[in-house]
């Protein structure tokens, strides 16, 4: 193994060795418990999703406990969550994770940090979590070069996970995808002496090809979303799951933008961020110059319309944010068998990699 | 190798076996023949460009057959001129090209097809091409998985260009990376039927670790514009050719926008593409509100400082089309040392992929 998967190793004993680490993205509302155990129990490390209200985390942490005892992932270490928790930092109150951190048993193996109102927040908050909870990893999620380094520097982070322009949801509005802003980043983190740290890859990727791309620019593992969006464990609307399935020619069929959170009221993103998704009514009404209001009263109407909401190809009005990869995704299967596919398919082609 | 790479070989003798193909693609004004000269003597295909404007087309054909008879590229086929033409078929003449075709005494390896007004178009040229000249094979550049299918049908190329949004220079406004792009286009193909097309990607590939991810993800090869606009061999003023080397974090140092061809009165390119570029006043100062008429009247003044017109990190006026992979571009070397240097780094990556 190289040393950065050595590390994650010793970190988190149960994930799969010698394979790129699968990591589920912290997707707000969608990865409830059963997302991430299932992900957890397959050799890769979930997450949970505080999103910016973590009213919900205690009841989620109980509920991950329970699972746990009744069918342990061997190999956790005492006292650890095989298991992590990410924060929108914009939205996300500081004082209420240290008491929910503090009252755990088991305290979370990674919490990932992302979309603070300045960057200097990311410290303040990985060194309160590190006191609270010296057993838990500090994940990061950058994506420019220049952020990249900043974090590293102010938060020694123990994982940095790289996102590039083709995710799904919210991201930077401008940005590079991971192919020449994985191996940039690698480069300035280690001619700046930080290079021990392990890069994730995210963004676009769906499959074993993806995993063994990111493996080749840099990467230790990779994060998908969109990917586990079709899978039974993603708490969203079977419109919502049909959409991503259904999708096709994902640069086209997706794109960035912020009229989703308008119609939906989400209010809070800084400016730098927009999000990724399938493209339908509300976005084609809106680039065709209807109003806000309207666009809003249309959305509220298609809510009511319960999976009939959602579309793909300019149908439907509800929000399905997915990434530039929903056009590989062709079938809903578990969240642990998404995990073993995707890491046998990688390896394969990594083996296969050296026959040229 | 595989059935693509070995495919490849049989039409393009000289290339180095057992390793991805380098190409190096026909950049408007700056693919003259020293280029891809350099880039076929070092075991890769290298592009002239003919753009919208071919009247230059029978003198670079003329010099680059001087230069082979004086020291010809072993391995050539008879009648064969081991390097391609690259035209923009918008504002090109099919007529003026049969004719060029017709009497240049060897015929160019491969004819490399991209902006249509219309994809039917493709299908025309590809035909006429093949009829005047039979030993050239056809290269067609497509964007999304639609237009790849398309193309496939209408026209049977031998290779297909996939180019991602990172890409520098002219793209479509709309799509994704080749992380998503690449392989959603190999499945389509395969279940069509058009799986023995060999794919090469492009798009933000600078070095060795974007070549080994490409070929992860399903492409026998790379097109590289960008990385060698860094070579003594590209004809690009000093300015140029420093902003190039001097752009970091190539994903917000550089965007997709429409400015440069209006400012420049580029006019022609149909409405579904624009270009990425390094950005500098021009673009910030039509961000920040000014009028396209005081822009151009900037930028014309800016042509006259020379090289001084360039900058980057929002300085100079003058256009610097680049990818997002202009980031991880540290200096200028030689077109041929470029090629074997990224294949002996993409051969090392893919035979150490193995060893997880």
Chains 1, 2 share one sequence.
């Not at 959602?310 to 642990?336: D, F, H, P, S």
């Amino acid at each position: 193994m190289t040393s950065h998967a050595q590390k994650l190793h010793n970190d988190y004993p149960w994930i799969t060795p010698n394979t790129p680490l699968i990591s589920s993205a912290p997707m707000r509302l969608i990865s409830v418990p059963s997302l991430p155990l299932a992900v957890s129990r397959a050799g890769g490390l979930g997450f949970i999703a505080a999103g910016t209200d973590a009213s919900s985390l205690p009841t989620e942490l109980d509920d991950i406990n329970t699972s746990l005892l009744h069918h342990p992932i061997p190999l956790t270490p005492p006292g650890l969550l095989p298991i992590g928790i990410g924060f929108i930092l914009w939205g996300s109150s500081l004082p209420s994770t240290l008491s929910t951190l503090h009252s755990t048993p088991l305290k979370p193996a990674a919490i990932w940090l992302f979309a603070p109102h300045q960057t200097t927040d990311l410290a303040l908050w990985t060194s309160s979590i590190r006191a609270a909870s010296p057993l838990t990893k500090i994940w990061i999620q950058t994506g420019t070069v220049a952020e990249t380094l900043q974090v590293a520097l102010e938060c020694a982070p123990d994982v940095l996970v790289i996102q590039g322009s083709d995710a799904g949801g919210h991201g930077l509005a401008n940005s590079s995808s991971i192919i020449s802003l994985l191996p940039e980043c690698a480069d300035a983190l280690a001619e700046n002496g930080f290079g021990d740290i392990p890069l994730l890859a995210a963004g676009g990727i769906s499959d074993g090809r993806g995993v063994a791309a990111a493996w080749q620019l840099g990467a230790v593992g990779v994060s998908m979303g969109t990917r586990f969006l079709a899978t039974p464990e993603a708490k969203i609307s079977n419109g919502y799951r049909d959409a991503v399935v259904a999708a096709r020619d994902g640069g086209v069929s997706t794109a960035r933008t912020t009229v989703y959170d308008r119609v939906r009221g989400t209010a809070g993103w800084p400016e730098r961020y927009d999000g990724r998704g399938v493209l339908n009514e509300t976005y084609w009404d809106e680039r065709g110059g209807m109003g806000e209001e309207e666009n809003q009263r249309l959305y509220k109407e298609a809510m009511g319309r319960g999976d009939e909401g959602w579309g793909v190809e300019g149908k439907g009005r509800m929000t399905a944010y997915a990434g530039t990869g929903v056009g590989l995704i062709r079938k809903v299967m578990g969240a642990g068998e998404v995990v073993r596919e995707v890491q046998r398919d990688a390896v394969r082609l990594l083996e296969r990699g050296s026959k040229l």
